[in-house]
T-cell receptor, first 117, second 110 residues
Framework: DAMVIQNPRYQVTQFGKPVTLSCSQT?????MYWYQQKSSQAPKLLFH???????NEADTPDNFQSRRPNTSFCFLDIRSPGLGDAAMYLC????????????????FGPGTRLTVL | RKEVEQDPGPFNVPEGATVAFNCTYS??????FFWYRQDCRKEPKLLMS???SGNEDGRFTAQLNRASQYISLLIRDSKLSDSATYLC???????????FGKGTRLHILP
């Protein structure tokens, strides 16, 4: 059974047209993450939520926003996608029970591949 | 020095052989270490956590060398299904930082 679900799996948008990617989890984990991964590159953390606390990485562009309305769901909003935003977007969760947000195993969703035309 | 460095490979290894690769990290305060496996166009999946005492899971052995600031992954009796990219992940809690390496590509040859 899928534990971290991402929708849609493939998303095509036009340059400058806002897009929202969705992630849900059945693990009841405290922490949810959004990563951007471009071809042959490492996943790059954009931000994470520790419960309701939002933590933005210093180098994440303002164009990227996130919402977590409840424990199960987290959204990534790209306000004005550029060609450089085409990538795989990975959502991940971790229990957050140990000290520090990043000391636990992360469980990844299958990703959403974003194409910008 | 990059925060987390891996040899990108590819490592082309015959089936049944043993292969090992390392990952170096720059922050001596790093506290958590992981190896993730990522298949082509798929999501990363945890292979194993890396503990100070080292750990072994079947054909896979991970080691941590704090003095030299690297972790290693050893795969024995390699299988075709081991072909993947292996990502090194390092985190430290002081400022809640996590860094993924770019990965090492492994091709097991029949």
């Amino acid at each position: 059974d899928a534990m971290v679900i991402q929708n849609p799996r493939y998303q095509v948008t036009q340059f400058g047209k806002p897009v929202t990617l969705s992630c849900s989890q059945t693990l009841n984990h405290n922490v949810m993450y959004w990563y951007q991964q471009k071809s042959s590159q490492a996943p790059k953390l954009l931000f994470h939520y520790y419960d309701k606390d939002f933590n933005n990485e210093a180098d994440t562009p303002d164009n990227f926003q996130s919402r977590r309305p409840n424990t199960s769901f987290c959204f990534l909003d790209i306000r004005s996608p550029g060609l450089g935003d085409a990538a795989m977007y990975l959502c991940a969760t971790s229990s957050g029970k140990r000290a520090g947000a990043f000391t636990d195993t992360q469980y990844f969703g299958p990703g959403t591949r974003l194409t910008v035309l | 020095r990059k925060e987390v460095e891996q040899d990108p490979g590819p490592f082309n290894v015959p089936e049944g052989a043993t292969v090992a690769f390392n990952c170096t990290y720059s922050n001596s305060a790093s506290q958590s270490f992981f190896w993730y496996r990522q298949d082509c166009r798929k999501e990363p999946k945890l292979l194993m956590s890396v503990y100070s005492s080292g750990n072994e899971d079947g054909r896979f052995t991970a080691q941590l060398n704090r003095a030299s600031q690297y972790i290693s992954l050893l795969i024995r009796d390699s299988k075709l299904s081991d072909s993947a990219t292996y990502l090194c992940v390092v985190s430290w809690g002081a400022d809640d930082k996590i860094i993924f390496g770019k990965g090492t590509r492994l091709h097991i040859l029949p």
